[in-house]
């Protein structure tokens, strides 16, 4: 009765609103991925209009077209990049969808290992793209696996070492800049760096040399090599390093990053890092032996001009010295085996384009540097994705196909060279 009267007593015009609020209309995947598909032939099409501007005045000799088209051109650019925001709305999903699976698996988890742990979730409303979240669940899984049976300490070696019987898993995402930022924090007993080398020297995976110089913070990071594990014994949940190498290949696979920061009996951090959006890349056009290739921005560190005299060579391999490093060269044109000299500007400099994957930095020597793009870009299919040192094609304004250069595989073939 009281809800009835508290009803009445709202005017007719709010309670029609208060039905008007939250409508949700679902909508098939494959309808949006359609809408994707449209907004990238758009921008394409759109692209045009600024060569048949620059047509209209270079060839045609007609300044007022040229100018009518240009002006078109940046009202259609406005449109399309607000077209393209809105479709990208449309798939951002947030992260509480993968989020929601753990408080289960970790409580199940604690209860058959015999430890006490708390969860703690933070940033569940971060919202990323659909492909994006789904591509980030099966790598959490691996890392609070992980965490649960090889970090967190039983409830008795916790207390002995003066911490909370219940150990504490944070998972916490977050934006930055153009990327989501997954964290998965535990307070337990952390990574060995001096097991770890141990470990890996045994198994053949480093040499004694590398044992002997090899920093804590790089130690760290051989657990993300294949079959790696610091686990005394297997079982049937992983020891912290199984399954991690796993981890690093989903989330490349995806454009992202995976990084680990570890202290001794305190605890780790492993932070993964993925782009917003895997449906528009950014990327540099560099030329090469007449063809333009592209190379996604987030590898690149700088572009330089080197002249010959500053290129040395060491063990007959190409070098030159860059802020006061020492950093390999190598010729686009020979890792795409084109028989073509790389060719220098009227000073006799060479175009050197710093590129930087996994914390390792080489030079890669082109023909020319060309602007920035956003495009979509379309992966190989069929026979053509064994060619894995490029990551796909995009179409550009002009009609012409660009080759998108896939970094790692380049710094792969370059250390073949080596």
């Not at 951090?269 to 560099?286: E, G, K, N």
């Not at 010959?308 to 391999?317: M, N, P, S, W």
């Not at 870009?377 to 094609?393: E, H, V, Y």
């Amino acid at each position: 009765v009281t809800f009835t009267n508290a009803e009445q007593q709202i005017p007719e015009k709010e309670v029609s609103l208060l039905h008007t609020v939250n409508k949700v209309l679902k909508v098939d995947e494959t309808k949006i991925d359609r809408l994707m598909n449209l907004i990238g032939e758009f921008v394409v099409a759109k692209n045009s209009l600024s060569y048949l501007a620059q047509k209209a005045d270079n060839v045609y000799g007609i300044q007022e077209l040229s100018k009518e088209l240009k002006a078109q051109y940046s009202v259609l650019n406005r449109i399309s990049e607000e077209m393209q925001d809105a479709i990208m709305q449309i798939r951002m999903v947030p992260v509480s969808t993968v989020f929601q699976r753990f408080p289960r698996l970790v409580r199940d988890l604690s209860k058959k290992l015999n430890k006490k742990v708390r969860l703690i979730i933070e940033g569940e409303e971060t919202e990323a793209d659909k492909n994006v979240i789904e591509a980030l669940a099966e790598p959490l899984i691996h890392i609070v696996r992980n965490s649960l049976d090889h970090g967190i300490e039983p409830p008795e070696e916790r207390i002995a070492k003066g911490k909370p019987e219940t150990g504490t898993i944070i998972l916490k995402a977050k934006h930055e800049a153009d990327s989501v930022v997954i964290e998965v924090i535990d307070d337990g007993r952390g990574i060995d760096p001096k097991k770890v080398k141990l470990k890996a020297y045994q198994k053949g995976l480093i040499t004694e040399e590398h044992l002997e110089k090899m920093k804590d913070e790089e130690a760290v990071n051989l657990i993300f090599l294949p079959g790696f594990s610091t686990a005394e014994s297997a079982t049937d949940l992983s020891g912290r390093g199984v399954g991690m190498d796993v981890v690093r290949t989903a989330v490349e696979k995806f454009g992202g990053s995976v990084r680990v920061q570890s202290a001794l009996d305190k605890g780790t951090t492993i932070t993964l890092s993925l782009p917003l959006s895997m449906a528009v890349s950014h990327v540099m056009i560099i030329e090469s032996a007449g063809e333009k290739y592209g190379v996604p921005i987030e590898s690149v560190v700088e572009t330089v001009r080197v002249s010959k005299q500053r290129i040395k060579t060491v063990k007959g391999k190409m070098t030159t010295v860059l802020r006061n490093k020492v950093i390999p060269l190598f010729y686009l044109n020979d890792l795409l085996e084109i028989k073509k000299s790389q060719i220098t500007n009227e000073e006799g400099e060479y175009a050197v384009l710093v590129l930087s994957i996994k914390g390792e930095l080489i030079g890669i020597v082109v023909d020319k540097f060309h602007e920035t793009a956003d495009i979509i870009l379309k992966p190989f299919t069929g026979f053509l994705a064994n060619m894995k040192i490029f990551s796909g094609t995009a179409i550009m304004g002009d009609g012409s196909v660009l080759l998108v250069i896939n970094p790692k595989e380049l710094i792969y073939a370059s250390k073949i060279q080596k």
